[in-house]
Structures are given as structure tokens and as C-alpha cells.
Nanobody, 115 residues
């Protein structure tokens, strides 16, 4: 059974930082493309960042230079370091893994950026 569990969300002031974690069970993250997506109230889910099996990364233009996706292979965990947070970053953040059997998603973790 593939299970993804996000953690690390919370309330932060503009300009602050948060580090999200996505812990996997039932699969080995480093063998697949992993990604972070987010969904703000009243909006569609959007791409944030991804990391492929070789370690290459890609980011949405809106977060490039502020967010960093990384992984700890030994811990089977993917991270999203978020710096210089803006109010428009407020959303539920979801972890994703793309496998031949389909996409798998975590339950999401809330990030709220507000003064």
C-alpha cells in the first residue's frame, strides 16, 4: 500500500519560512518522480515543484528562487523548503508520486501566510 503523509505546515508571517515533509511508505520515492502541488481556496490545484529519480528539479515560476525541493533517500522522505513566503503562497500543499499504476497523493498540509 502506497501512503504519503505531509507535515510541517502552519501559520507564518510574510517573509518567513517553513519546511514541509512528505514521508512515504509502500514505495521507494527515489525511483519515481515526486512533486509538490498546492490548492488555494476557490482555485484549482497547481504545480509547485518536482524532483525526478536522477535528482533533477523543476519549479513553477511563482516559487522559483524561493522554494527548494529535496529528498533524503535513506529516510524515504521528500522535502519542500519554502523561504520568503508571500500571502499568495497560502494553500493546502500536497505531496505526489507518479507511478505506472497511477498518481498517489497525501492528505495535504495547510500553509497560511498572514500578518
Amino acid at each position: 500500500q502506497v501512503q504519503l503523509v505531509e507535515s510541517g505546515g502552519g501559520l507564518v508571517q510574510p517573509g518567513g519560512s517553513l519546511r514541509l515533509s512528505c514521508a512515504a511508505s509502500g514505495t521507494i520515492f527515489s525511483l519515481y518522480t515526486m512533486g509538490w502541488y498546492r490548492q488555494a481556496p476557490g482555485k484549482q490545484r497547481e504545480f509547485v515543484a518536482l524532483i525526478i529519480s536522477a535528482g533533477n528539479t523543476n519549479y513553477a515560476d511563482s516559487v522559483k528562487g524561493r522554494f527548494t525541493i529535496s529528498r533524503d533517500i535513506a529516510k524515504n522522505t521528500v522535502y519542500l523548503q519554502m523561504n520568503s513566503l508571500k500571502p499568495e503562497d497560502t494553500a493546502v500543499y500536497y505531496c505526489n508520486v507518479k507511478k505506472a499504476s497511477g498518481d498517489y497523493w497525501g492528505q495535504g498540509t495547510q500553509v497560511t501566510v498572514s500578518s
